[in-house]
Each structure stands twice: as structure tokens, then as C-alpha cells.
Nanobody, 117 residues
Framework: QVQLVESGGGLVQAGGSLRLSCAASGRTFSSYGMGWFRQAPGTEREFVAAISWSGGTTYYADSVKGRFTISRDNAKKMVYLQMNSLKPEDTAVYYC??????????WGQGTQVTVSS
């Protein structure tokens, strides 16, 4: 079973950048796709980005396309989300997920991202 720990969140001004990291433990990390999701107060958790097990295919929500980049390092069991040109509407708790399309993905505990205007 994979366990996930996110880091890298914080407070940033609009237009700034942050890089989120997700550290995974467990032997099956490289077998599954990975994803980033986010949840703002009073809203449902929404998809942000995903990457295939090999890293060869990526997917993005329209709201972040061109600004965010997902990547992974299977040797280090890490997944990253580079976030550029941040907007106040990007403010949310960001979650890492293993096998995000499965009925019961594995979730991390989340990291807060706050973008001030």
C-alpha cells in the first residue's frame, strides 16, 4: 500500500510560483498513475493534473493548463506540481493521489496553497 506525504505549500502573491512535492512510500509507486487534486473551502475536491505511471502522458484541468506542470521521478518515488502564474482562485488545499481513477485512490494529507491578490 502506497502512503503519500505532500509538501511545498505556502503563501504566495498572485503571479508567483510554487512547487509542490509528493513523497511516496511502498513498493507499488511506479505501477500507478498519480494525480493532484485541490479543494477550496465550501467546494468539492477537483481534479488538477495527472501523470501516467511512466510519466509519458500528462493531463490537466483547463483552469491550470499552460500554468501548471506535473512530473514524477520513479527512482525517488516523488511526484511534483510546478505552479506558475498563480491566481487567487488557485487557493486551496492540494492533495496528491495514487491511482486517481480507481474507486478508492490513496490520498495524502494535503498541503495548503494561498495566493494573495
Amino acid at each position: 500500500q502506497v502512503q503519500l506525504v505532500e509538501s511545498g505549500g505556502g503563501l504566495v502573491q498572485a503571479g508567483g510560483s510554487l512547487r509542490l512535492s509528493c513523497a511516496a512510500s511502498g513498493r507499488t509507486f511506479s505501477s500507478y498513475g498519480m494525480g493532484w487534486f485541490r479543494q477550496a473551502p465550501g467546494t468539492e475536491r477537483e481534479f488538477v493534473a495527472a501523470i501516467s505511471w511512466s510519466g509519458g502522458t500528462t493531463y490537466y484541468a483547463d483552469s491550470v493548463k499552460g500554468r501548471f506542470t506535473i512530473s514524477r521521478d520513479n527512482a525517488k518515488k516523488m511526484v511534483y506540481l510546478q505552479m506558475n502564474s498563480l491566481k487567487p482562485e488557485d487557493t486551496a488545499v492540494y492533495y496528491c493521489a495514487s491511482n486517481p481513477t480507481a474507486p478508492s485512490p490513496v490520498w495524502g494529507q494535503g498541503t495548503q496553497v494561498t495566493v494573495s491578490s
